[in-house]
């Protein structure tokens, strides 16, 4: 609590991260060999580890917002990048981990999941230009010329320095699937009457026609993806129904999502006029201020239509000619109107913040004005974000308190299906399904 202090600090959790470390250095003996509180542990999920990296994407190759699932052997790739905002050229190196349905490393060595090398540098590499933030934008391919997948599967893409292969700089998750399933799906209304007004239920069949199953509950695994969100994914699933070659998961309740509403959003594509929620634009020689127009709870409203990328950026720029190089970065202001909470804390949620919770997004009450405020640093383009509160012991925020819950909501769903045979020794993704609710 206090006055309001917008300053912007890439360094300050770097800071927080080393005074943890050694702190609890200090206080407890090493008892592994593994440091699971430095913050280059390596984690099995989408993962940005240094402060000078930011606008980190991964995508399909042409296809903007799109999931980062492509087939085993098409024609598709997968387009990573980011930005250096250290401005300077670094060997960026890259590897790809397979792993199981739950994301755990599998146990193959990776010249039976990989052809060619097992790993490679990133070779596309750009300045930026009349920017005041200077930044390297990095771009790579996958599959690529020397790394390329043999085995359908997940698999943890690391980014890492050429002298620190131990260090990981992002990790990002990928699918491989090669379709040997068939998905049937709907998605409805929440069968469950109290939910019936904030809840959408994903009803959905998997024919395994040609798969050989010895156990129907054990050898097939499924997730439900919400926006390609893995924060709040559904796995654990087994069939409700066995029937000829189908596995029915018609369930009532296990197989919902809360509805959410429609996401907020910003135009950052020019910092020349106010833009659409742009109520101030600040210009300063350090660089730009923008402030977002204050918010205010939703919980209460009728649901409305509007359209929103469900969750995502998009990096633009009218200002310039080259999105990826000339787009400036910027300081971004979030003010939330909203009576204090004890138990708990606001977050600004969405890709803006890699779907995380920390820091960084943080909101922190200042009592002159009755709002919660927080700055992100943020590259120009168009942006969606949410409020969101996590409760004190929880780990997935509830965006309903301020943000509201309506069945009528669009979102996008993915299905994802794998099978592991008797005698397997890793996770094929052998279905994936996309639907939505419009």
């Excluded at 300045?127 to 005041?132: E, G, I, R, V």
């Excluded at 300081?331 to 939330?336: C, G, Q, S």
């Excluded at 996590?390 to 299906?417: C, M, Q």
Aim: proline share 3%; charged share 25%; hydrophobic share 35%.
């Amino acid at each position: 609590m206090g006055r309001s202090i917008f300053t912007h600090d890439r360094t300050g959790s770097l800071i927080l991260s080393s005074f943890l470390f050694l702190f609890f250095c200090a206080t407890v003996s090493a008892q592994d060999s593994t440091d699971f509180f430095t913050s280059d542990f390596l984690r099995y999920e989408d993962h940005i580890y240094a402060d000078n990296i930011k606008t980190v994407t991964l995508e399909q190759e042409g296809i903007r917002l799109s999931e980062p699932i492509i087939e085993l052997g098409g024609s598709d790739r997968l387009l990573l990048s980011f930005d250096d905002l250290d401005g300077d050229f670094k060997n960026y190196n890259y590897t790809l981990i397979h792993c199981d349905y739950n994301w755990q490393p599998s146990n193959l060595n990776d010249n039976e999941y990989l052809a060619g090398f097992a790993q490679d540098r990133i070779e596309n590499y750009r300045s930026s230009f009349n920017t005041l933030q200077p930044y390297t934008h990095y771009e790579l391919l996958i599959p690529g010329r020397d790394v390329r997948p043999m085995l359908s599967g997940n698999y943890l893409l690391k980014v890492y320095t050429e002298d620190a292969p131990d260090k990981p700089v992002i990790t990002r998750r990928l699918m491989i699937v090669q379709n040997r399933a068939t998905i049937e799906a709907t998605v409805q209304r929440a069968t469950i009457v109290n939910d019936m007004n904030s809840r959408q239920e994903i009803d959905f069949s998997v024919f395994h026609k040609g798969l050989s199953l010895a156990n129907p509950f054990e050898d097939i695994k499924v997730v439900l993806m919400q926006n390609g969100r893995w924060d709040n994914a559904i796995t654990g699933l087994k069939p409700l129904f066995l029937k000829e070659e189908e596995l029915d998961y018609s369930y009532d309740e296990e197989n919902t999502f809360s509805a959410g509403n429609e996401y907020r959003t910003f135009d950052l594509r020019t910092l020349r006029i106010y833009t659409q929620f742009v109520k101030d634009i600040i210009k300063a020689e350090s660089g730009y201020t923008v402030v977002v127009a204050p918010g205010i709870s939703r919980s209460f409203d009728r649901y409305v239509t509007e359209n929103d990328i469900n969750g995502k950026f998009l990096i633009r720029n009218q200002d310039g000619r080259d999105d990826k190089l000339e787009s400036e970065y910027v300081n971004v202001k979030f003010a939330l109107k909203h009576e204090i909470l004890t138990n708990g804390n606001f977050y600004v949620f969405g890709a803006l913040s890699d779907w995380k919770l920390n820091a960084s997004n943080k909101m922190v009450y200042n009592e002159d004005d009755g709002t919660y405020e927080a700055l992100l640093y943020l590259k120009q383009g168009y942006y969606d974000y949410q409020y969101v509160f996590l409760p004190d012991g929880k780990r997935i925020a509830d965006e309903s308190i301020v943000e509201g819950s309506h069945f009528e909501t669009e979102n996008k769903y993915t299905i994802l299906v794998y099978y592991r045979p008797v005698g397997g020794r890793y996770d094929q993704l052998v279905g994936f399904k996309k639907l939505t609710t419009r």
